[in-house]
């Protein structure tokens, strides 16, 4: 204990105390890096952010280096700061070669603007996601068919840029899809990694069409190798189907007036008594993720995942 003791009252009184102070300022150089530094810790996050704080920093470092060598004279405290310049300046050209690597085409930049980049997804991040679509974007024609009932595969995933769709069962009108939904959300999440199946739905380009899809595959590896792109994409496409789904229970009535609720798939018996319970005409698959808005008894079909 009382080594202890000697040492820290070494440590506390044995070096000189500043009896007096100095009375002259530093020079101007001294207190433009103290600003400098001062601001440039109040950067924030992402590749901007980095930018901001390596670039400040570096200023205040080579300011604090010039007030070493011209006022100071002291060799250890200009070598030091020089160093941390330095370093902030290679960051500072290693983040700004990031940022010029990091680019995309124009429909790219709005799509990250619009749906990634306010869930807080970096551009590292979603160049992984472009990468994985082979940086396309696929042209649909007016009156062409994405995917036709009961012939085309489920071989990918793909979300709509621009344009309008129409979704149709059996002729009959289910709902539209507009830009930054799925086209196929529901078939999707209606298959396992290893099943394959085809469209119940025909999907029809009332506009031309913009859309961006990712194969089946590709995405799955990706999801395999980055488990926050998967959770992300679960997200969205749940996000995605609950909009459908309340697309298409705004369409629904059981009679009288009354409408049906998929929140509340009970609540029209206490509505109507009267009206004896329906039994649904096709058991709950997964491989029947849509169904027809005619009546209660076609809501089925819906796939509840």
């Not at 980049?117 to 590292?124: A, F, H, N, V």
């Not at 007036?257 to 649904?280: A, C, K, S």
């Amino acid at each position: 204990m009382g080594e202890n003791a000697s040492f820290w009252e070494s440590l506390i009184y044995a070096h000189p105390t500043c009896t007096t102070w100095k009375q002259e300022a530093e020079g101007s150089i001294y207190h433009l890096a103290s600003i400098l530094f001062v601001v440039g810790f109040m950067g924030g996050s992402g590749f901007f952010g980095l930018l901001y704080v390596f670039s400040l920093l570096g200023l205040g470092f080579l300011c604090s280096s010039v007030w070493a060598w011209l006022d100071v004279c002291a060799a250890d405290i200009f070598s030091w700061n020089f160093i941390l310049f330095a370093i902030c300046f290679v960051q500072f050209i290693y983040v700004t070669y990031q940022v010029r690597s990091v680019s995309f085409d124009r429909e790219f930049q709005e799509l990250y603007s619009a749906l990634f980049q306010p869930l807080g997804i970096s551009l590292t991040v979603y160049r992984k996601i472009v990468l994985c679509c082979d940086a396309e974007v696929v042209t649909l024609e007016k009156e062409h068919c994405y995917a036709m009932q009961g012939k085309t595969p489920i071989d990918k995933l793909s979300l709509l840029v621009s344009g309008r769709i129409r979704v149709t069962v059996d002729g009959e009108f289910l709902h539209y899809i507009f830009p930054l939904q799925f086209l196929d959300s529901p078939e999707w999440d209606s298959l396992r990694p290893t099943e394959e199946g085809i469209f119940q739905v025909t999907l029809t380009a009332e506009t031309d069409c913009r859309y961006v899809a990712w194969r089946r595959k590709k995405l799955y590896l990706l999801f395999a190798k980055h488990r926050f792109i998967s959770r992300l994409f679960s997200i969205l496409i749940g996000s995605d189907i609950a909009e459908k789904l309340y697309a298409l229970n705004d369409r629904v009535h059981v009679g009288k007036g009354f409408r049906y609720d998929i929140r509340l798939p009970n609540f029209y018996h206490v509505l109507l008594p009267e009206t004896p319970p329906v039994q649904p005409s096709h058991r709950l698959q997964r491989g029947s993720p849509r169904c027809k808005p005619t009546g209660v008894t076609n809501c089925g079909s819906f796939s509840t995942h």
